[in-house]
C-alpha cells in the first residue's frame, strides 16, 4: 500500500507542475501543443524513473561532498541516452522538442527528486516515486498542452475541435502559458482543499 | 552499508567510477544509434528532395555551392530527365534570420526559375506561429500567401510588409520574410550558376 501511496503521491499530491511548481522553464516552453508536452513528458519520466533507480543503487558508494556532481553525470548520461535514441527511432518528435531535450538535465524535478528522495530510500521505492513523479509530470504537460492547443488553435492532438480564426493566439506564446498554468494551479488548489 | 566517508581518496575513486561508466555507456548508445540517425536524416533529405521536385528521371551529382551572399554553402542536387538534360535543381538553403534563428529549407527551382515546391528541414521557430510556414506557404486555395508556382527574378520574392506580394503568416511575419531570405539565396546561388557553366534555360 506504500508503495502505491508512492506512486499516486506524484499525481495530484505532490504533482511536481501543478504543486511543487518545479521545472517550470520545460513546461511554459514545451506546452504550446498537447503532443509536444507528452512528448516532454515521457521523456522526463523516462529519465526521472532510470536516474532515480540508479542514484538509489550507488547512494552508498557516493561520499556526500561528491554527491551533487555525481549525481548530475548520471542525469545527464540519461539525458543524452534519450537524445540519441529519439533522433535516430522517433526522428519527427525529436525535431519538435529540439532544444529542450538536453535542457531535462537542468530540470530541477530530476536533481530534487535525486537529492530529496532516492539518496534516502530503497530502490524499489526510489524507481516507483521516479515513475509516479514522471508520469505526474507528463500528466500536466499533456494537460496544459491540452487546453493552450485547443484556446490557441482550436484542436487537441492536431484534431481540429474549433474552427482555427477562433483560437487566442496569445495562448501558444508564452504569457497564455502563464494564464493557463495559473488557472490550472488554482483548480488543483480548490481540489487538494476539498481532500483534506 | 554504510555510507563512504568523505575523504579525498573516496571521493576522487567516486567521481571517477561514475564518469567513467556514465562515458562508457554513452559511447555504446552512441554507437548503436550512429547509423539510424544518419539514416534517418538521409531518408528525410532524400523524402524532401522528391516532394519539391517535378517530374524527373534521375538525380544527378549533388554538389555545394557558395551563394552570393551568405555564410555557407548550399547543397544542390540537379534533376534530370530522361535525356541527361537539367529540368530542375533541388537547392538546399538556409537563412539565420528566423525569429529563432536558423532555419534550413529544400526547394525546387525548375529552369524557368519557378518554385515547384519546398519543405522546411530544420527550424525553431514558435510552435503554432511561426511552425506553421510549411503549410502556409503552400496553401494553394490562397494564392496571396501560396509561394508554390511562383517565378523568381532577381529581385526575389517580399513579403508584402516590405513591398512585395507574399501575405506572410499572421502575428509571424519575421518567419515568413525569412523564408523569403532563404529561397531567394536558393535562387541566386542556382541562377548564377546557370551563367557560371554558360547553359541557357531550355523550356521543357
Known amino acids: 500500500m506504500n508503495q502505491w501511496k508512492n506512486f499516486t503521491k506524484g499525481f495530484i499530491k ?30 522526463t519520466t523516462f529519465v526521472l524513473f532510470m536516474s532515480n533507480t540508479v542514484v538509489s543503487l550507488i547512494k552508498n558508494v557516493i561520499p556526500d561532498k561528491v554527491r551533487i556532481p555525481s549525481y548530475i553525470v548520471v542525469i ?3 539525458v543524452t541516452i534519450v537524445q540519441m535514441v529519439m533522433q535516430a527511432y522517433l526522428p519527427s518528435l525529436f525535431e519538435s522538442l529540439g532544444i529542450f531535450i538536453p535542457l531535462i538535465v537542468v530540470n530541477c524535478i530530476v536533481l530534487g527528486r535525486a537529492e530529496a528522495f532516492a539518496s534516502k530510500n530503497t530502490v524499489l521505492s526510489a524507481s516507483i516515486d521516479g515513475l509516479g513523479t514522471g508520469l505526474g509530470f507528463a500528466f500536466a504537460l499533456t494537460l496544459l498542452g491540452a487546453a493552450r492547443e485547443l484556446l490557441g488553435s482550436g484542436k487537441i492532438f492536431n484534431f481540429e475541435i474549433l474552427p482555427e480564426q477562433y483560437g487566442m493566439l496569445i495562448f ?25 | 552499508m554504510a555510507k563512504l566517508e568523505s575523504t579525498f581518496r573516496n571521493m576522487l575513486v567516486a567521481l571517477f567510477g561514475v564518469t567513467l561508466i556514465a562515458s562508457a555507456s554513452l559511447g555504446l548508445v552512441y554507437n548503436v544509434t550512429k547509423s539510424p540517425i544518419e539514416r534517418a536524416e538521409l531518408e528525410k533529405q532524400n523524402n524532401a528532395i522528391a516532394a519539391v521536385l517535378p517530374q524527373f528521371e534521375e538525380l544527378g551529382t549533388a ?11 548550399v547543397d544542390i542536387f540537379p534533376a534530370l530527365d530522361q535525356n541527361g538534360e537539367i529540368v530542375a535543381h533541388a537547392v538546399k538553403s538556409y537563412t539565420y534570420s528566423g525569429f529563432s534563428g536558423y532555419i534550413e529549407i529544400m526547394v525546387g527551382i525548375d529552369v524557368n526559375n ?9 527550424h525553431a521557430e514558435t510552435p503554432g506561429l511561426g511552425s506553421k ?25 517580399k513579403v508584402s510588409k516590405d513591398g512585395g506580394d507574399v501575405d506572410a503568416i499572421t502575428a509571424a511575419t519575421i518567419t515568413s520574410r525569412a523564408l523569403m531570405d ?13 551563367s557560371y557553366t554558360g547553359a541557357t534555360p531550355v523550356n521543357n
Open chain 2, 114 to 122: 519557378t518554385i515547384t515546391g519546398f519543405r522546411v528541414l530544420r
Open chain 1, 76 to 78: 545527464a548520461t540519461f
Open chain 2, 182 to 194: 532563404a529561397l531567394n539565396r536558393a535562387n541566386a546561388t542556382v541562377s548564377d550558376l546557370d
Open chain 1, 172 to 196: 501558444i506564446l508564452a504569457p497564455g502559458a502563464f494564464i493557463a498554468l495559473g488557472y490550472i494551479i488554482a483548480i488543483t488548489n480548490r481540489l487538494n482543499k476539498q481532500k483534506a
Open chain 2, 133 to 157: 510556414m510549411e503549410q502556409w506557404h503552400n496553401d494553394t486555395e490562397k494564392p496571396g500567401q501560396n509561394i508554390v508556382g511562383r517565378t523568381l527574378n532577381e529581385e526575389g520574392l
Open chain 1, 14 to 43: 505532490e504533482n511536481p507542475v501543478f504543486v511543487l511548481l518545479l521545472g517550470m522553464c520545460p513546461v511554459l516552453g514545451t506546452t504550446g501543443t498537447a503532443i509536444n508536452g507528452l512528448g516532454m513528458g515521457l521523456a
Open chain 2, 63 to 73: 554538389y555545394k555551392k557558395f551563394p552570393p551572399e551568405g555564410r555557407d554553402s
